[in-house]
T-cell receptor, first 113, second 112 residues
Framework: NAGVTQTPKFRVLKTGQSMTLLCAQD?????MYWYRQDPGMGLRLIHY???????AKGEVPDGYNVSRLKKQNFLLGLESAAPSQTSVYFCASSMGFFVNTIYFGEGSWLTVV | DAKTTQPTSMDCAEGRAANLPCNHS???????VYWYRQIHSQGPQYIIHGLKNNETNEMASLIITEDRKSSTLILPHATLRDTAVYYC?????????????FGQGTELSVKP
């Protein structure tokens, strides 16, 4: 059981480049999330989705776009990467919004130089 | 959204119980208390959650005060592998996707 899988795990970008992080879950979960974590800090919510075709902004959405074209996938895009976006990115998913456990992926390390 | 307050760090001797406190004085009646932990550089891991009754599972126990303004996570026999950052989170209800809002957490160091 793969759970939540993120690709790539590591990436180095130059300022201004674009890239997409892919999150895939095989648990048939409705809800999916993207978080970022900076050194020594807790996770901050970037965007989330409550179902296929839906997306919503979290705490720190600026500079990111997301898409949920298929239920099992949640994509996070950086159109023009900036050094401030150097971070570890975590994807997560859950069955429902209230009581259900949220499952996290193992993280994607992104460095923007 | 209800906020949580946790100590920045704690130490615990291996084999002893680790008691991690959390204050959530603005919690509302339909919000649950969740605990997650994050072992260095890994994705956060679910530990336990509760509404108002004490809860226990194979990993830990959760004690919630009667007024629900605070709670304590108990790891009954801490091991070196329990060294991690522990997050106390109040689950946002309603139409916001149930997203978790993370604070700074408590860095627990289990020492031999």
């Amino acid at each position: 059981n793969a759970g939540v899988t993120q690709t790539p795990k590591f990436r180095v970008l130059k300022t201004g480049q674009s890239m997409t992080l892919l999150c895939a879950q095989d648990m048939n979960h409705e809800y999916m999330y993207w978080y970022r974590q900076d050194p020594g800090m807790g996770l901050r919510l970037i965007h989330y989705s409550v179902g296929e075709g839906t997306t919503a902004k979290g705490e720190v959405p600026d500079g990111y776009n997301v898409s949920r074209l298929k239920k099992q996938n949640f994509l996070l895009g950086l159109e023009s990467a900036a050094p401030s976006q150097t971070s570890v990115y975590f994807c997560a998913s859950s069955m429902g919004f209230f009581v259900n456990t949220i499952y996290f992926g193992e993280g994607s390390w992104l460095t923007v130089v | 959204d209800a906020k949580t307050t946790q100590p920045t760090s704690m130490d615990c001797a291996e084999g002893r119980a680790a008691n991690l406190p959390c204050n959530h004085s603005t919690i509302s009646g339909n919000e649950y208390v969740y605990w997650y932990r994050q072992i260095h550089s890994q994705g956060p891991q679910y530990i336990i959650h509760g509404l108002k009754n004490n809860e226990t599972n194979e990993m830990a126990s959760l004690i919630i005060t009667e007024d629900r303004k605070s709670s304590t996570l108990i790891l009954p026999h801490a091991t070196l592998r329990d060294t991690a950052v522990y997050y106390c989170i109040v689950r946002v209800a309603g139409n916001q996707g149930g997203k978790l809002i993370f604070g700074q957490g408590t860095e627990l160091s289990v020492k031999p």
